[in-house]
């Protein structure tokens, strides 16, 4: 399986200011840099602000600020981790509702352990009615320690299937969010991968074998 990088985010959910959320402040307080690639990323109607860096992005919204990364390392999710602390620290006031740590990975030729989720009892009803299922979607909610896991597989058009790990913490305390955040991205992305494998038999593929 190949990770998805678009989606692999830290989300902090609530009602950001976007005037402070100015492209100087975001720059110094944030991410303690003098200068950022700025772009518009859009989503429907709307063009959002997107920040890129290094090895990371920055897109806030007046609902929510997303940070992903741009590469597979670890020290590229520390980055983001240490930003979006940062970000709780410097507005702590700021009325959030969640934090979600998200994980998703593509795999173009879904495997048997996988296939086999799909065999759901009415598909042949289904087909025998002349109706084609173009996609099926299976959504788990594990309580995690002290968060909930929501687990996400999807049966794509074709032999495609995409796993998405939503690590989701329901809070509007910036305290509750900081200690949910701090100290956890990197390990939950292996425990992600540990589960996959252990669950589905399912390997992350390497750079040199993409």
């Excluded at 492209?23 to 109607?45: C, H, Q, R, S």
């Excluded at 602000?49 to 020290?75: C, G, K, M």
């Excluded at 025998?128 to 687990?151: M, S, V």
Aim: hydrophobic share 40%; with cysteine.
């Amino acid at each position: 399986m190949k990770p998805l990088l678009s989606n692999w985010t830290i989300v902090l959910a609530g009602r950001w200011n976007m005037e402070i959320l100015n492209p100087e402040w975001v720059t110094e307080k944030i991410f303690g840099k003098e200068n950022a690639e700025i772009d518009l990323v859009l989503n429907g109607m709307q063009a959002n602000i997107r920040y890129r860096f290094d090895n990371l992005s920055f897109v806030p919204q007046p609902n929510n600020v997303i940070f992903s990364v741009n590469d597979t390392e670890d020290a590229s999710l520390q980055s983001i981790e240490d930003a979006a602390c940062k970000l709780l620290q410097a507005l702590p006031i700021t009325p959030i509702t969640a934090l979600g740590i998200n994980f998703t990975y593509i795999e173009d030729e879904t495997p048997l352990t996988i296939a086999k989720l799909f065999n759901i009892s009415d598909s042949s009803k289904l087909a025998d009615y002349g109706l084609a299922i173009k996609k099926t979607r299976i959504r788990r909610e594990i309580d995690f320690a002290d968060r909930q896991l929501n687990l996400i597989i999807s049966q794509l058009e074709g032999t495609a299937s995409r796993i998405a790990l939503n690590y989701h913490v329901p809070t509007n305390d910036t305290a509750v969010a900081l200690e949910a955040l701090r100290g956890h991205t990197v390990g939950l992305r292996h425990r992600s991968e540990d589960l996959l494998s252990t669950i589905y038999d399912l390997t992350v593929q390497d750079d040199e074998d993409a």
